[in-house]
Nanobody
Framework: EVQLLESGGGSVQAGGSLRLSCAVSGATSNRYCMAWFRQAPGKERERVAGINTLGVAGHADSVRGRFTLSKDNAKNTLYLQMNSLKPEDTAMYYC???????????????????WGQGTQVTVSS
């Protein structure tokens, strides 16, 4: 069974940076479509960035130019580099995976079969 384990969250000031990691076990990550989602208190879970089986990545408008998704297949790990963080980026960040696909912008949480437990990101002004 696929297991996802996020790490790298923390508290930073606005303008700072963090790098989130998602370690994949029980499967080879390059065979899966993967994504980062986030959920702020009282809000729905939203997709931040995704990557398809071919390695093509896409980012939500709200983070494009500030966040970068990447994947290291040798390490079976997904990353999210977050720069120029804003208070509105504060949320629990989740890693998600689904069987192979060509889409990198699947936004519905039901499109993904596997989820990590999340890592908290807090940005103060």
């Amino acid at each position: 069974e696929v297991q996802l384990l996020e790490s790298g969250g923390g508290s930073v000031q606005a303008g700072g940076s963090l790098r989130l990691s998602c370690a994949v076990s029980g499967a080879t990550s390059n065979r899966y479509c993967m994504a980062w989602f986030r959920q702020a208190p009282g809000k729905e879970r939203e997709r931040v960035a995704g990557i398809n089986t071919l390695g093509v990545a896409g980012h939500a408008d709200s983070v494009r130019g500030r966040f970068t998704l990447s994947k290291d297949n040798a390490k079976n790990t997904l990353y999210l580099q977050m720069n120029s963080l804003k208070p509105e980026d504060t949320a629990m960040y989740y890693c998600a995976a689904r069987p192979p696909c060509y889409a990198y912008d699947l936004e519905d949480t039901s499109d993904y079969n596997y989820w990590g437990q999340g890592t908290q990101v807090t940005v103060s002004s």
